[in-house]
């Protein structure tokens, strides 16, 4: 069974830095786009970060310079470096990745990292 597992959520204050991890685990051939998104109460999921498996980036506007992905393929496992936190960052942080089982891909989703930043 394949798992997304995620740590490093908190409250921090504004300005302040968290860093999220998210592990991979389970049987699968390989795993294609990795990503952060996040869904504040009231809004909709958004997509904060993504990293392909050649390492294409794309960031959200509003955390571009703030915000780094990374990725660890030996490790399966991406980060979220969050710098310059903002109280408008608040929200539930969720790890997603795509996963390749032997000629199929399958969506799969972190159970979510609650972030909140304190004005």
């Known amino acids: 069974q394949v798992q997304l597992v995620e740590s490093g959520g908190g409250l921090v204050q504004s300005g302040g830095s968290l860093r999220l991890s998210c592990a991979a685990s389970?049987?699968?051939?390989?795993?294609?786009?990795m990503a952060w998104y996040r869904q504040a109460p009231g809004n909709q999921r958004e997509l904060v970060a993504s990293?392909?498996?050649?390492?294409?980036?794309t960031y959200l506007e509003s955390v571009k310079g703030r915000f780094t992905i990374s990725r660890v393929y030996s490790k399966n496992m991406i980060y979220l470096q969050m710098n310059s936190l903002k109280p408008e960052d608040t929200a539930v942080y969720y790890c997603?990745?795509?996963?390749?089982?032997?000629?199929?891909?399958?969506?799969?989703w972190g159970q979510g990292a609650q972030v909140t930043v304190s004005s």
């Open positions: 997603y990745a795509q996963i390749r089982i032997e000629f199929s891909a399958y969506n799969y």
């Open positions: 990293i392909t498996d050649e390492d294409a980036i």
């Open positions: 389970g049987r699968f051939s390989s795993i294609g786009d």
